[in-house]
């Protein structure tokens, strides 16, 4: 008696890749909607000396920002350039220059990040913020 | 002259098409987005962040100090008012002492509400705040 042994097919099935590759669209799709790639980026703000403004420093600079953006200083109004020229003139006067940013009623965050944009990238990093004098 | 017309048949079955060069793509996108992308964390307001110029970029802290357009403040996972906010700071003063807050105001907040935020932080000691920004265009 011959015993007959059934060979295997020589081509195998290949594996479906549809469902491999639905699996690996839809972690796609997750991915894509879950992760962010903001920045984390932000200007720093002094706030140690918020409570009370103090008195009688020569170097002490407060810069208003009035309700619409504007920059004023002593009390009139005053382009941001002038200012920047100002503030680099004390800078140079005196060694210990203590700015603070002094929104007044009616302005917004929107304008207080201007101004601090705006003195950081003119090297002021140490800025502060107090509140108007009611 | 009479010649019958041939027009080719089209094969019966056109060549199923490969999606190799597709998976592969898929798959560097997917490890694109899980390497190169931090996940966002939800948060309890919305809040549109103002832009600046020369801004600082900082390490992401866990806790982050919300404050909405209309004044709403949130941190470390709810909503507080004001007076509360002050005794959340103080369970986490230590640490905020050191590395300082970072606070995401809304563009179009009022300063003063923000003033009166800065304040609460101050009486808790805490000296440096990270008002978060976007880059200018």
């Given at each position: 008696m011959v015993m007959r042994i059934d060979s295997p097919t020589p081509a195998r099935h290949s594996i479906s890749l549809t469902p491999l590759i639905d699996v690996v669209f839809i972690l796609l799709i997750f991915f894509m909607l879950a992760s962010s790639f903001a920045k984390w980026q932000g200007v720093e703000l002094g706030v140690?000396?918020?409570?009370e403004v103090p008195q009688d420093q020569p170097e002490l600079m407060i810069i208003q920002i009035t309700a619409n953006s504007g920059w004023q200083h002593q009390g009139s109004l005053i382009s941001a350039e002038d200012m920047l020229q100002r503030l680099s003139q004390a800078r140079e006067e005196a060694k210990a220059l203590n700015i603070m940013l002094q929104p007044m009623k009616g302005s917004q965050v929107q304008s207080l990040a201007d101004a601090l944009g705006l003195l950081r990238e003119q090297g002021f990093s140490k800025v502060g913020l107090v509140r108007e004098a009611s | 002259m009479n010649r019958p017309l041939k027009i080719e048949q089209p094969a019966a079955r056109s060549q199923p098409e490969n999606t190799l060069p597709m998976i592969n793509v898929v798959f560097l996108l997917l490890i694109f987005f899980m390497l190169a992308g931090a996940f966002k964390r939800p948060e309890l307001l919305p809040v549109i962040l103002p832009e600046a110029q020369g801004l600082q970029e900082f390490q992401r802290e866990e806790l982050l100090l919300l404050v909405g357009a209309e004044g709403k403040i949130a941190f470390d996972g709810q909503l507080l008012s004001l007076e509360q906010l002050g005794a959340q700071i103080a369970l986490h003063q230590e640490q905020l002492q050191a590395s300082g807050l970072q606070l995401k105001a809304d563009?179009?907040?009022d300063s003063q509400r923000l003033l009166d935020v800065v304040e609460v932080l101050a009486e808790q000691g805490i000296t440096s705040v990270k008002l978060m920004a976007e880059r200018f265009e």
């Open positions: 140690g000396q918020s409570q | 563009a179009d907040l």
